[in-house]
T-cell receptor, first 112, second 114 residues
Framework: GEDVEQSLFLSVREGDSSVINCTYT??????LYWYKQEPGAGLQLLTY?????DMKQDQRLTVLLNKKDKHLSLRIADTQTGDSAIYFC????????????FGTGTRLKVLA | SAVISQKPSRDICQRGTSLTIQCQVD?????MFWYRQQPGQSLTLIAT?????????ESGFVIDKFPISRPNLTFSTLTVSNMSPEDSSIYLC???????????FGSGTRLTVV
């Protein structure tokens, strides 16, 4: 199927690390992305990873990719209250189109 | 990356009426995409709008219900026609970035149909 799965909720304390997981479906996906959606806002691109990479670090964000298991994760170090949002993973299919499949979204709540 | 201005940001509409949502991009783009995000759900692609040709609709979406215009390379509209409460959603436009770069999204239109 086309579903890209994420756990619905995650709650962490301020200063702790958050890990948001995503399981995608198409092994031929070329690029995988993480987006952040704050209340009442559109989606903001956070980071991306190419399918030939295992890991990418960008300041507080670390993306891990396990192609064998089709598993993608986003780790946020030193989580802040401003990180509270919904996080979506997205895969870009290698079908020649720009079609993205978005995950179901994980609502991150950061407790002060 | 492109900057997108989307209007209106929110609206409350009576059932049976139509609402047109506008997206203006600050640069010329070949493709624009329209998504729907139902309450508590992920994003679902409605259609791809190319300038100079008819929009390409995804399964489950039809032109009569969601007519799209794309008069030039910087502008597009999506109309939600003959609305019912089931159409209450956030509607987002987006454009692809160069190469591998991810999509840029408009800020969304939160539609409530009563």
């Amino acid at each position: 199927g086309e579903d890209v799965e994420q756990s619905l909720f995650l709650s962490v304390r301020e200063g702790d690390s958050s890990v948001i997981n995503c399981t995608y479906t198409d092994s031929s996906s070329t690029y995988l992305y993480w987006y952040k959606q704050e209340p009442g806002a559109g989606l903001q691109l956070l980071t991306y990873i190419f399918s030939n990479m295992d890991m990418k670090q960008d300041q507080r964000l670390t993306v891990l990719l396990n192609k064998k298991d089709k598993h993608l994760s986003l780790r946020i170090a030193d989580t802040q209250t401003g990180d509270s949002a919904i996080y979506f993973c997205a895969e870009r299919r290698a079908s020649g189109t720009y079609k993205y499949i978005f995950g179901t979204g994980t609502r991150l709540k950061v407790l002060a | 990356s492109a900057v997108i201005s989307q209007k209106p940001s929110r609206d409350i509409c009576q059932r049976g009426t139509s609402l047109t949502i506008q997206c203006q991009v600050d640069s010329q783009v070949t493709m624009m995409f329209w998504y729907r995000q139902q309450p508590g759900q992920s994003l679902t692609l409605i259609a791809t709008a190319n300038q100079g040709s008819e929009a390409t609709y995804e399964s489950g979406f039809v032109i009569d219900k969601f007519p799209i215009s794309r008069p030039n390379l910087t502008f597009s509209t999506l109309t939600v026609s003959n609305m019912s409460p089931e159409d209450s959603s956030i509607y987002l436009c987006s454009v692809p970035g160069a190469g591998w770069y991810g999509y840029t999204f408009g800020s969304g239109t939160r539609l409530t149909v009563v």
